[in-house]
């Protein structure tokens, strides 16, 4: 039996491989009971599903290597990747519309596996597929607010609002789920972690599980082996087609259309209509029927309740079921299914529809992807950062001098620096005019690195406020240049116990100690 | 059971198909993260109007850069060193061994980092110490009685001079 395993490989690298690995195992495993004809074809919904998984994996793993996830940088490096960095705008478009096709298809491949009866035979396969649907969507949802346009934020509002829904619970779960009252940047950093730790987490758990340890133990002949692994050969392929003419779709698709990215957040113009991502639209849709209260209530119970109702259908056959139903797993399967679906399609295509008629919304809309559009062709306009900035505001306020009061020998700011620094005076022109002029020793030792006013210069640390931290002191001070190692100092620091005089160090230490913040 | 020739014709199939899918990710993900080899404009920073450039000892000066990189702008504060002897020739203080801040010694006439002991004479050229070639000068030009710089940095500890981006 163990010859006729594996033929396409060399005898040795197979005797190799299935004494040091447990690929064999795996892949008699993997080998699923046969079927024939066209059914086959119909079965390939899994590779796709695989093959989309991995879209996701890869795309988002390299987003991350752009996206910053903070509320000053996530809309700028959004904008950066979709409009400056190669190939950027494509991966972020294969991103955001794989997922919506990754639900399609997570739903196909629950419709086919319901044909089949897959929740009978094999219900732990079934309930972790129900349950992989819905962490795509989680993933969905969590992933619409990172870009921290106008369009997100009112996704975080809607995915708020549904948390807040649940019974008993709903205020607390939305407060943790937006660490807070309010959306804030706590809330940006909390869905890039559910996004992009959390949910990818669970769903390689349910993913390696649903693979290798959800399946049933059979025994099965020889002979019967032998049979199921020359229809794998056949299916593998079926799937491998599939999947790579699905991908073909997406790449052209993402290629044709960009994926949205509106202006940041705080640019929103007040008559903003949002609108979710299409794999959400239903919902959209549905609480618009909704009155008030119970909206947000309907609005989770119902999927829910579809959720939990497919997951649990392995187990829907009760004998008081049985008596009222024939089939009552088959017969309670099918209303639900029938439900979903239907709710799924009709309230898609109404959302849709509604749109399209209504003249102001219509008339908004428009002039909203017309705003994105001019969004998308405008330059990339890059975040500015002010910490030297800062520093130099403070160096002015650190030494009493206005900056009117002092020369500017600088001259004139940079066009883009503004507010004007105040041009230190040249250390050679004006030596120790006045007490908060700096000891020449110091210009010439230390000014290098800790800034001509002690202000630093990165990486090395700023002077001002130090004598407050302990083992500061002056006497500490001295000690600190003429044996920084004694002190741990990070970055280190070269000693100078050679290099200035003991009455230039005490002067340096007096006047470092009394840089304070004012 | 199909033959072994069918079965490894199904076999090239999704093996195909994998690489095809497999070179189309792996070709963008190439063009996505290849580093930037764009120069950021060059801007001209103001170091010190041309009256106050004189005598025969190099003068320091601090100048505000903005220097533009990825999706960030940064102002940045940096040192020079105006030479009114040599022409008004700009050097950056920024050590060419480990890029510490070179600091001007009057009593010895010379350049001397603090962090490896590294000197430079008055003109910025290497006299002794571990840096392996002389302060670095920057391009200058004078504009409407100011002296302007073009703010940039080089690689550090090597003997030819490579300008960053």
């Known amino acids: ?518 | 059971m199909p033959d072994p020739g069918r079965r490894n014709f199904l076999l090239l199939i999704p093996l195909g198909i994998f690489a095809g899918v497999a070179a189309t990710i792996v070709g963008a993900a190439f063009r996505f993260l290849r580093p930037s080899d764009a120069r950021s404009e060059a801007k001209w920073s103001n170091v010190a109007p041309l009256a106050q450039l004189k005598g025969e000892k190099p003068i320091m000066r601090s100048i505000i850069a903005e220097h533009q990189a990825g999706w960030a702008s940064t102002v940045e504060e940096h040192f020079v060193y105006v030479l009114p002897s040599k022409n008004n020739q700009v050097l950056s203080s920024v050590c060419p061994h480990e890029g510490c801040n070179v600091s001007w010694r009057d009593e010895e006439s010379e350049f001397f980092c603090p962090c490896h002991d590294s000197y430079f004479a008055a003109d910025g050229s290497r006299t002794r110490g571990p840096s392996r070639r002389g302060l670095d000068p920057l391009p200058t030009r004078e504009k409407d009685g100011v002296l302007q710089v073009q703010y940039q940095t080089f690689i550090n500890n090597t003997e030819e001079r490579i300008a960053r981006g």
């Open chain 1, 1 to 518: 039996m163990k010859e006729e395993q594996n033929p396409y490989l060399p005898p040795r690298i197979r005797r190799w491989l299935s004494r040091w690995t447990t690929l064999e195992d795996i892949e008699r495993s993997l080998v699923d009971e046969p079927s024939g004809g066209v059914e086959a074809w119909t079965r390939t919904t899994a590779g796709v599903v695989a093959m989309l998984v991995v879209v996701q994996a890869v795309t988002g793993v390299l987003l991350a290597f752009y996206y910053v996830p903070s509320a000053e940088s996530a809309h700028t490096t959004v904008a950066y990747i979709e409009k400056m960095v190669p190939a950027g705008s494509w991966l972020r478009a294969m991103h955001h519309y794989g997922s919506q096709w990754l639900t399609l298809f997570l739903v196909l491949h629950l419709a086919q596996m319901f044909w089949r009866e897959g929740y009978k035979r094999r219900p732990i396969g079934w309930m972790s597929t129900v349950l992989l649907l819905g962490l795509v969507l989680a993933g969905g949802a969590t992933g619409y607010s990172l870009p921290w346009d106008a369009r997100a934020f009112f996704g975080t509002r809607v995915t708020e609002g549904i948390a807040g829904g649940l019974p008993l619970i709903g205020a607390a779960s939305r407060n943790w789920l937006l660490g807070g009252l309010e959306i804030t940047p706590i809330t940006l950093a909390r869905f890039f972690a559910l996004h992009v730790l959390v949910v990818p987490a669970l769903i390689l758990l349910i993913l390696t599980a649903r693979l290798f340890v959800f399946r049933e133990r059979g025994m099965v002949s020889d002979a019967e082996e032998r049979r199921l692994e020359g229809w794998m050969f056949g299916q593998v392929a079926r799937n491998a087609v599939v999947a790579g003419l699905v991908f073909l779709a997406l790449s052209l698709w993402a290629a044709k259309f960009h994926a949205p990215l509106g202006p940041a957040a705080d640019t929103a113009a007040p008559g903003y209509l949002p609108r979710p991502g299409a794999q959400f639209l239903w919902l959209f849709q549905l609480l618009k029927y909704l009155p008030g209260r119970l909206a947000s209530t309907v609005a989770v119970a119902l999927p829910t309740l579809i959720f939990i109702g497919l997951a649990s259908l392995p187990f829907l056959n009760p004998p008081p079921l049985r008596k009222m139903m024939a089939k009552p797993r088959r017969n309670i399967g099918v209303a639900l299914f029938v439900l979903g679906f239907a709710l799924f399609t009709t309230m898609t295509m109404i959302a849709y529809v509604e749109d399209a008629r209504d003249p102001r919304v219509r008339d908004q809309l428009a002039r909203q992807s017309k705003e994105e559009e001019a969004f998308r062709i405008a330059p990339f306009s890059p975040l500015r950062t002010r910490t030297s900035e800062s520093n130099i505001e403070d160096e002015l306020i650190d030494t009493g001098e206005e900056p009117a009061a002092s020369p500017t020998p600088s001259g004139s700011p940079t066009p883009n620096a503004s507010p004007s620094p105040g041009g230190s005076p040249s250390p050679s022109t004006t030596p120790g005019r006045s007490s908060t002029s700096p000891p020449d020793s110091y210009i010439t030792n230390c000014s290098g690195c800790h800034g001509t006013r002690g202000q630093g210069v990165f990486p090395f640390p700023r002077l001002i406020g130090v004598s407050a931290k302990p083992r500061r002191s002056v006497e500490d001070l001295v000690g600190i240049i003429n044996n920084p190692a004694a002190y741990d100092l990070q970055p280190t620091m070269p000693g100078f116990a050679t290099k200035i005089s003991d009455a230039e160090k005490q002067e340096i230490a007096v006047w470092v100690a009394a840089l304070k913040k004012r």
